[in-house]
Every structure is written in structure tokens, then in C-alpha cells.
T-cell receptor, first 114, second 115 residues
Framework: AQSVAQPEDQVNVAEGNPLTVKCTYS??????LFWYVQYPNRGLQFLLK????DNLVKGSYGFEAEFNKSQTSFHLKKPSALVSDSALYFC????????????WGAGTKLIIKP | DTGVSQNPRHKITKRGQNVTFRCDPI?????LYWYRQTLGQGPEFLTY????????KSRLLSDRFSAERPKGSFSTLEIQRTEQGDSAMYLC?????????????FGSGTRLTVV
């Protein structure tokens, strides 16, 4: 069965430090991977995607993610965290058995402390 | 075009009442999706339209739920005889067919509270 796992419910990082939000996946075939961010009482905002090509993908707001096929991971990273990065982050993978549906992780709450 | 618009933003209803939500996608997007999100969880797929055709429905979509997209533009999601378990954020997203591999644009959602 296809799935996405975000093993951490919450990640705490001091402002200015690098951050990593973890995501692992299980799909048949080549994965299409996405990261979205959700601020309180708001919809989901697209951050970045991996479809093909370079394993390091750069996205919005200074975020990047590294696709690692051998480890079936797609961790979200940022070199220097900002307090305004505090939000809920979701990893998703395209459902290969469906018509462009996404399978979502449960989300990771990122808290950046001043 | 300011993106995907959802109305209302919040809805409080009594158990047993019917509710209807509206989604206006980005005008050139021909694909429209409805998701449901409960607190602390990722979105759950409900249904999907390509133009006016409803092509997929989740098993989560009981017979109390119905969605329409009559002219291939805006969409409505109706919940009949609401139950407390229907309390959630209902999210709409749209995409353009050829760009569907590149993610959706989501609206801000409609938060439903059934009391």
C-alpha cells in the first residue's frame, strides 16, 4: 500500500539554526513528492515538489528538500530558521493508483523559538 | 484572479441540519478537488472533478455528502443531516490538467462545527 510517514509530531528549533522536517514514503514506481505548509486557520500552501531531476529541490521561503531514493525519504530543510516559519508542514506523494490524488502525511508542527 | 476562494470561512450548525459550501477555483483550472481535514491530521480526499464530471469519490463520501460542479467552474459540497463527526475543515483545491503533477492550489477552507 502506498503511504507517507512524518515520524515527528513536532520539531523545535531555535531561530537561526538549521531545521529538518522528516518525511518517508512508500509507493510503487517513481514518486512525485510534495511539501505544503499550513498556517493557523489557513489553507495549504505549496512549498516545493520533486518530480524528476536533481535530488535537491529548492522551493519557496528558502526551503529545500532532498530526495533520497535508497532511503525513500524526502526531508524538508532550511539553513537558518525564522520565527515566521512556525507552522504545520505536510509531506505528500501522488497516489499512483488514482487520478492525481495525493496521499498525505499526518503533518509535523514546526516551532521556531526566538 | 486571487486564487481559490471558499465560502463561508466558518459554519456552525446544529446536528441534523443540512449545510452547503462553495468553492470557486482559479478560472483556468479544469480540475477541482475536495478534501476534509480534522485537527492534527493530513487532508483526506473526498472527491474530484474534471470540468463538470465527477470522476472519483472516496469511500469517505457517504450518501449524506454530495458534490456538484454544474458548469465546470465553481463547485458546491452539501452535507445532509449533519453529524458531530462531520466537524472538520473542508478544503477545496484546483489544478490545471497539464500541470497536475506540480501540485494544487488550495483555498483557505471552510471550518464546519456541528453542535
Amino acid at each position: 500500500a502506498q503511504s507517507v510517514a512524518q515520524p515527528e509530531d513536532q520539531v523545535n528549533v531555535a531561530e537561526g539554526n538549521p531545521l529538518t522536517v522528516k518525511c518517508t514514503y512508500s509507493v510503487s514506481g517513481n514518486p512525485y513528492l510534495f511539501w505544503y505548509v499550513q498556517y493557523p486557520n489557513r489553507g495549504l500552501q505549496f512549498l516545493l515538489k520533486y518530480i524528476t531531476g536533481d535530488n535537491l529541490v529548492k522551493g519557496s521561503y528558502g526551503f529545500e528538500a532532498e530526495f533520497n531514493k535508497s532511503q525513500t525519504s524526502f526531508h524538508l530543510k532550511k539553513p537558518s530558521a525564522l520565527v515566521s516559519d512556525s507552522a504545520l508542514y505536510f509531506c505528500a506523494v501522488r497516489d499512483m493508483d488514482s487520478n492525481y490524488q495525493l496521499i498525505w502525511g499526518a503533518g509535523t508542527k514546526l516551532i521556531i523559538k526566538p | 484572479d486571487t486564487g481559490v476562494s471558499q465560502n463561508p470561512r466558518h459554519k456552525i450548525t446544529k446536528r441534523g441540519q443540512n449545510v452547503t459550501f462553495r468553492c470557486d477555483p482559479i478560472s483556468e483550472h479544469n480540475r477541482l478537488y475536495w478534501y476534509r481535514q480534522t485537527l492534527g491530521q493530513g487532508p483526506e480526499f473526498l472527491t474530484y472533478f474534471q470540468n463538470e464530471a465527477q470522476l472519483e469519490k472516496s469511500r469517505l463520501l457517504s450518501d449524506r455528502f454530495s458534490a456538484e460542479r454544474p458548469k465546470g467552474s465553481f463547485s458546491t459540497l452539501e452535507i445532509q443531516r449533519t453529524e458531530q463527526g462531520d466537524s472538520a475543515m473542508y478544503l477545496c483545491a484546483s489544478s490545471y490538467q497539464r500541470d497536475s503533477n506540480y501540485g494544487y492550489t488550495f483555498g483557505s477552507g471552510t471550518r464546519l462545527t456541528v453542535v
